[in-house]
Each structure stands twice: as C-alpha cells, then as structure tokens.
C-alpha cells in the first residue's frame, strides 16, 4: 500500500474546504441517505432528460421546499449535478443509490452506529462502549445480537457477511486442499462458513463455538439444511479463557473473528488455538487488514469501522494492521507459514502451525 496520508501538496484553501466536509460530515450523510430512501436517485437515473425541481416534487409526491434543500446538499456531495434548472444523477450519486457494497456500509453507518457515536469521545476515555447504551445494557454489541432491533440487526448482519460471503468461497480450496475431517469454527455466527464447508465437502464435520445467542440463530439455519448431523454446536464465551477448545481439529478456523477482540485477549485465544491443536492442526485466521487494501476506500471503509468497535462492539478492538497480528501470532507460539492476500473483497487469509511443524 502505498496511500499518502496528510500530503504536503494539498492547499491551503483545499484543505479548508475538506475540513468544513468533516464539520458538516453527519448532516450531509443524511441528506444522501434522504435523497437514496426518498427516491430521488432511482428518479433521477430514470430521466435522461434531467427533472427540475417541481418535476421531482410532484412524482415523489413531496413538497418542493423538501426537495430543493436535499438537491442543493446533493451538488455539495456531488450526487447530482444541475444543468438549466434540470437535475441528473452523477457517478457518485449511482454508487449511493445501487452499488451494493456502498449501500451495505451505508446502512451499516445509519442504523447500527449513527445515534450511538455522539459519545465516541467517552469511549476512548473509558475503553467502554458507551454507544452501546443506545440499544442497551450489554457489555458487548456480541451478547445483544438476537435482542438487536430488527432494522440494527438487518444492517448489523448485512454488513459482517457481505464482506465474509465474498470471501469464504476463494478459501475452500486452501482449506480443503489436506482434505481436513473435522474443522473447528470458533466465533461461527449464524454457521454461514459451517454449512459452506458441509456442501463443499460430503464427509467433514464441522464444530461451531460461540455465544448461546449466535448458535440459536445458526442452529436454524443448519436445521434448514438438513446438516445437524455433521454440525455440532458448543455455546462457550469465548472470552473465558479458562474454557479450553476441543482438541485436536484438523483445522482451527477464525473468520473475521480476532478483529472483535483486544490484542491482549487474541493471544489468550491463539494460546487456546494452539492447546487445541496437534502437529497435523492448521490454523487459518481471515480478516481485512487496513494495510492490505489495494483501495483508498477500504482503508478508508476499515479505519471507519474501527470505531464501531470503539464506540459500539466492545470498546477495545479495530480492524488491525497485518503487523499487529503477525506479532500476536509469534505471542502465542504458533508459527506464521502462508498467507494469501487478495481474497474476496478484502481479506488475507494467515495459515500458522505449531512452531516446527
């Protein structure tokens, strides 16, 4: 990566502008939000011609003052241009209205963090979550999932597998490839990964560690699949780590899984990794590392989500630099041997063994 933080070369007067983009940065996400969920994108890519104003109003069946104030918020975001008292739809304004991964984030954004952010200051203060409090009194986003409102919990769950939904597909081949026939999926969700390995693979059996709340959710969907013979769930908290991992999988699996945790209490849970294993055991950790990203816009996208970590999800996790984990790897242990870069939308896929092995 070769991004350039903080460059020199902007100007002075270019530099003001970007900072009154951040002291108007909330107002202006809901102004797109607003001209997304009322309609006014999908209107304007609809109307080659360009709409005024009056047009606009009158299809949407909305006032024109309404439509006249998110248009002009939309020339300052450069989601629509106007031309002769008519309004068409930019580039950026068709990436907030369809991109899917725009859109995702975007949701993600507004219904999960928006309220809560308003005490971020206090959480870096505290290392407490303190946005949280918005949905309620968890000590983690984690232990509340199930209890989520439904829209957070759409968003909530929209965003995590957009990203690992891309992703688990490209790593099959990589696990698979010393034909493993028990894996052990620790922090597995909603068995998303579980039930791709049991159709990937007719005889493996796979073991899904999580909270009670998170298994409830994946249980469904592996009874669904007919698999419950082949899955077996085991509600631990993981962050007990006095409680062992079952012993001796072929294959340790951790999916955007550490991201949620301090650096202090990943190398207790790659310690019980290790424990767990034996000199034939791989285990595979899959996260976005900020470092790794080809994009500004994942960088961008990771920095961000670091501080729903700060603020929502628990107060003293991010999305890591690869450094930090390759540091926590050799805390534990265990040995680094492979990694795969470029997989899915963002991921690098670490594989580590025993130390020798």
């Not at 107002?27 to 360009?50: C, K, P, T, W, Y």
């Not at 002769?84 to 991964?101: A, H, P, R, S, V």
């Not at 961000?304 to 929502?312: D, H, P, R, W």
């Given at each position: 990566m070769?991004i350039n933080y903080g460059s020199k070369?902007?100007?002075?007067?270019?530099?003001?502008?970007d900072?009154?983009?951040?002291?108007?940065?909330?107002i202006?996400?809901?102004?797109?939000?607003a001209?997304?969920?009322?309609g006014v994108?999908?209107?304007l890519d609809?109307?080659a011609e360009g709409?005024t104003?009056?047009?606009?109003?009158?299809?949407?069946?909305l006032k024109?003052y309404g439509i006249?104030v998110?248009l002009?918020?939309?020339l300052?975001l450069?989601?629509v241009k106007?031309?002769?008292?008519?309004?068409?739809?930019?580039?950026?304004?068709w990436?907030?209205q369809?991109d899917?991964?725009?859109?995702?984030?975007?949701?993600?954004t507004n219904?999960?963090n928006?309220?809560?952010?308003?005490s971020l200051?206090?959480?870096i203060k505290?290392?407490?979550?303190?946005?949280l409090?918005?949905?309620g009194e968890?000590?983690?986003?984690?232990?509340?999932?199930?209890?989520?409102p439904?829209k957070?919990?759409?968003?909530?769950f929209?965003f995590d597998?957009y990203?690992?939904?891309?992703?688990f597909?490209?790593?099959?081949?990589?696990?698979?490839k010393?034909?493993?026939?028990?894996?052990l999926?620790v922090?597995?969700?909603t068995?998303?990964?579980?039930?791709?390995?049991?159709?990937?693979n007719?005889?493996v059996?796979?073991?899904i560690?999580d909270?009670?709340?998170q298994l409830?959710?994946a249980?469904?969907a592996i009874q669904?699949a007919?698999v419950?013979?082949?899955?077996?769930?085991?509600?631990?908290?993981?962050?007990?780590h006095?409680q062992?991992?079952l012993?001796?999988?072929?294959?340790?699996?951790m999916?955007q899984?550490l991201?949620?945790?301090?650096?202090?209490?990943?190398?207790?849970?790659l310690?019980?990794a290790?424990e767990?294993?034996n000199?034939?055991?791989?285990?595979f950790?899959?996260?976005?590392?900020?470092?790794k990203?080809?994009?500004?816009?994942?960088t961008y996208?990771?920095?961000?989500t670091?501080?729903?970590?700060?603020?929502?999800?628990?107060?003293c996790?991010?999305m890591y630099?690869?450094?930090?984990?390759r540091?926590?790897i050799?805390?534990?242990?265990l040995?680094l041997?492979?990694?795969?870069?470029?997989?899915?939308?963002s991921?690098t896929?670490?594989k580590c063994?025993?130390?020798?092995?």
């Amino acid at each position: 990566m070769s991004i350039n933080y903080g460059s020199k070369k902007k100007s002075a007067l270019q530099a003001k502008y970007d900072a009154q983009k951040i002291a108007f940065a909330p107002i202006m996400f809901q102004a797109a939000l607003a001209l997304r969920n009322l309609g006014v994108l999908q209107l304007l890519d609809a109307s080659a011609e360009g709409l005024t104003i009056s047009e606009i109003a009158e299809k949407l069946q909305l006032k024109v003052y309404g439509i006249k104030v998110l248009l002009e918020a939309g020339l300052s975001l450069e989601l629509v241009k106007a031309e002769n008292n008519k309004f068409f739809l930019t580039k950026t304004g068709w990436f907030i209205q369809y991109d899917e991964l725009t859109r995702v984030n975007m949701d993600f954004t507004n219904d999960v963090n928006y309220e809560g952010m308003f005490s971020l200051t206090e959480s870096i203060k505290t290392g407490k979550p303190t946005g949280l409090k918005v949905f309620g009194e968890w000590d983690t986003v984690y232990e509340g999932l199930s209890q989520l409102p439904s829209k957070a919990q759409r968003s909530w769950f929209a965003f995590d597998h957009y990203y690992s939904d891309y992703a688990f597909a490209e790593v099959m081949p990589v696990i698979f490839k010393n034909e493993p026939a028990h894996i052990l999926d620790v922090g597995g969700n909603t068995g998303k990964f579980a039930l791709m390995c049991t159709e990937y693979n007719k005889d493996v059996t796979v073991t899904i560690l999580d909270l009670p709340g998170q298994l409830a959710e994946a249980q469904k969907a592996i009874q669904e699949a007919g698999v419950q013979d082949r899955v077996n769930l085991v509600p631990v908290d993981l962050l007990d780590h006095s409680q062992p991992f079952l012993k001796n999988a072929d294959v340790v699996w951790m999916s955007q899984f550490l991201d949620c945790f301090s650096q202090e209490d990943i190398v207790q849970l790659l310690r019980r990794a290790k424990e767990s294993m034996n000199e034939d055991s791989a285990l595979f950790i899959l996260e976005t590392y900020w470092d790794k990203q080809k994009f500004e816009a994942s960088t961008y996208s990771l920095h961000a989500t670091s501080l729903y970590f700060t603020n929502i999800a628990n107060g003293c996790s991010q999305m890591y630099h690869s450094d930090d984990l390759r540091n926590l790897i050799k805390q534990s242990g265990l040995s680094l041997v492979e990694e795969v870069e470029n997989i899915g939308v963002s991921h690098t896929l670490f594989k580590c063994k025993l130390n020798g092995n």
